[in-house]
């Protein structure tokens, strides 16, 4: 084959000999500058990717702090509103009954947090008789606590001392279903348990959220494979 290839070049003229010599000369360089260009093209968009995921991270971290933050000063707002606490007592006193007023009262606090705060779906304060005052963004006043895990959400709360405990709830597949934010309303004097917050997330609008965050970052990422 190496004979036949010789044989071929030296029978052929001078000018084709020329023209061969002088297309290797070009094509070769131009073959190995282009490897290096790719490989040096790769690796800046690669790094560049990296770097990119690395800032996405990082935004949802500080999102997520944000979010939580937030959702705790929420149920601050709520637990520390007096006249709130006061009608909770009422409630937990020997009258029992609350008023029309001083339930409209409740119910419109619970109203205007889920109108106010987008990651919100419904409040509900459960008392420890069992009187529910609710508010849910897609049902109106009315919630149903059969389908919340009140049980759990209560031992959640407890462990946190006053404080706000996350809990979600798993389905079969092994996915969070439900995602609860829940706080125990104690009496400021005896600690005595007054009653159960508990605000359940809107999910949707919190994937949304992060969806939007993710896919406007990754329109400026262009990856390309070796």
């Known amino acids: 084959m190496i004979k036949y290839i010789h044989q071929f070049y030296k029978n ?3 000018q084709k000999k020329l023209l061969v ?3 290797v000369q070009i094509i070769i360089p131009v073959i190995f500058m282009g490897i290096i260009l790719y490989q040096n093209t790769h690796t800046i968009i690669q790094n560049k990717s990296i770097s990119y995921m690395a800032d996405i991270l990082k935004m949802v971290e500080l999102r997520m702090a944000d979010f939580s933050d937030d959702m705790q ?3 601050r707002d709520i637990v520390y509103d007096k006249r709130l606490y006061d009608i ?3 409630t937990t006193s020997e009258k029992g009954k609350i008023g029309e007023g001083e339930r409209s009262y409740i119910e419109d606090i619970l109203r ?3 109108l106010a705060e987008k990651y919100i779906q419904s409040v509900a304060i459960i008392s420890n008789v069992g009187e529910v005052y609710s508010y849910d963004m897609y049902a109106g006043r009315v919630v149903t606590t059969e389908e919340m895990p009140c049980e759990a959400l209560k031992e959640a709360a407890k462990t946190q001392k006053g404080q706000a405990s996350w809990y979600y709830d798993i ?3 092994g996915e969070i279903k439900d995602l609860y934010l829940a706080c125990m309303i104690n009496d400021n004097n005896t600690l005595e348990e007054k009653a159960l917050l508990v605000i359940l997330i809107n999910r949707e609008a919190l994937k949304n959220t992060y969806s939007e965050l993710s896919t ?3 329109q400026q990422i262009n990856i390309l494979n070796p």
């Open 12 to 14: 052929m003229s001078i």
């Open 112 to 114: 205007k947090i889920c």
């Open 171 to 173: 389905d079969e597949q």
């Open 88 to 90: 909770l007592g009422e």
């Open 73 to 75: 000063s929420v149920t």
């Open 21 to 23: 010599l002088f297309s």
């Open 216 to 218: 406007e970052f990754m």
